[in-house]
């Protein structure tokens, strides 16, 4: 089941309203609810949002960069074609929504849930995630080679085939991570979290042995 309770896989409630092209360059979007409306074109680049809610939301082409979000809420939406350059999210809720084809170059999140979120085959390379939930998240094939993701809860996180070699992983929840599947060349962890991936190998750690 999904955060919301909706079934994986099922389709998504289509959204009721439509807003194309509108320039939101640079404006507050604090306080505002949406639900259910499909945004298109929009330009957001430079805009901040303190506790924004967008509920069951699609977004196609529509550029987040440089847009600071705090507190915000994006429940089960779908972005598609979004980019986010220098976006920042802190302490946001991004349950349920899922990402296709978008780019995230120099994307920073501190904090917040992102459960159940979808980032299949995401570039992950150039952003920066910190302290952020994403139990159960889907990343599948994430592309995060050189990537910051510190002290993230990836418990049950989807992540075959992703390619997390030389990121800094330190701190983070590395339950669901198999080596076998996942490349972790010159991956930066602590040493519990390498207990925990030579677990994950089969092998049995223990105590030196005595002389």
């Known amino acids: 089941m999904s955060a919301a ?14 807003v194309r092209q509108a320039d939101w360059y640079g404006e507050d979007l604090s306080g ?7 945004f298109v074109g929009l330009d957001l680049t430079e805009a901040t949002d303190d506790g924004a809610v967008f509920t069951e939301c699609t977004f196609r082409d529509c550029r987040f960069n440089l847009s600071q979000h705090t507190d915000a809420a994006f429940l089960n939406c779908t972005f598609t074609g979004c980019s986010f350059f220098g976006a920042t999210f802190t302490d946001c809720k991004v349950v349920g929504s899922v990402f296709e084809r978008c780019t995230f170059d120099r994307l920073t999140v501190e904090r917040g849930d992102w459960s159940f979120a979808g980032l299949p085959g995401a570039d992950l390379s150039r952003a920066t995630l910190v302290g952020t939930r994403l139990r159960e998240a889907d990343l599948t ?9 510190r002290h993230l809860d990836l418990s049950a996180a989807e992540l075959h085939g992703a390619d997390l070699s ?4 330190r701190g983070s929840d590395l339950s669901a991570v198999d080596p076998r599947t996942v490349e972790l060349t010159g991956a930066q962890v602590d040493v519990t979290q390498a207990v925990v991936l030579v677990t994950a190998l089969g092998l049995d750690v223990r105590p030196d042995a005595p002389e």
């Open 141 to 149: 094939g994430v592309r995060a080679a050189g990537a910051t993701l």
């Open 166 to 169: 030389g990121a800094d992983l």
């Open 32 to 38: 505002q609810e949406h639900t259910r409306v499909a």
């Open 5 to 18: 309770g909706r079934p994986e896989g099922a389709e998504r409630p289509p959204t009721e309203r439509e």
